[in-house]
Nanobody, 123 residues
Framework: VQLQASGGGLVQAGGSRRLSCAAS????????VAWFRQGPGKEREFVAA????????YYADSVTGRFTISRDNAKNTVYLQMNSLKPEDTAVYYC?????????????????WGQGTQVTVSS
């Protein structure tokens, strides 16, 4: 199983960025997927999750109203659209999936992790 995060880069405060998480090695459409992030000197934190069908989403308070998670099961890809970015959004962003398909949402635990993509927001 591989989760490949991409789309990171340098963006100015107030700007937008879209991250992608491409999955392989699993029946992607059966898995809930989430984004996490880890800022400099901080612990990893939950950002957003989308259910296997795409019908349910869940967000951290810090990104609600600014970030949107979505998925395209035909492309085995989950997206994180980030708008109104702030310097405190600077972090390495990871996508993750639980071990088992068709599991509860949002998941309690995550088993598969991507390698991370760096997002830097300049003020």
């Amino acid at each position: 199983v591989q989760l490949q995060a991409s789309g990171g880069g340098l963006v100015q405060a107030g700007g937008s960025r879209r991250l992608s998480c491409a999955a392989s090695g699993l029946t992607f459409s059966n898995y809930n997927v989430a984004w996490f992030r880890q800022g400099p000197g901080k612990e990893r934190e939950f950002v957003a999750a989308v259910s296997w069908s795409g019908g349910s989403t869940y967000y951290a308070d810090s990104v609600t109203g600014r970030f949107t998670i979505s998925r395209d099961n035909a492309k085995n890809t989950v997206y994180l659209q980030m708008n109104s970015l702030k310097p405190e959004d600077t972090a390495v962003y990871y996508c993750a999936a639980p071990q088992h398909p068709l599991s509860r949402f949002p998941p309690r635990e995550y088993y598969y992790w991507g390698q991370g993509t760096q997002v830097t927001v300049s003020s």
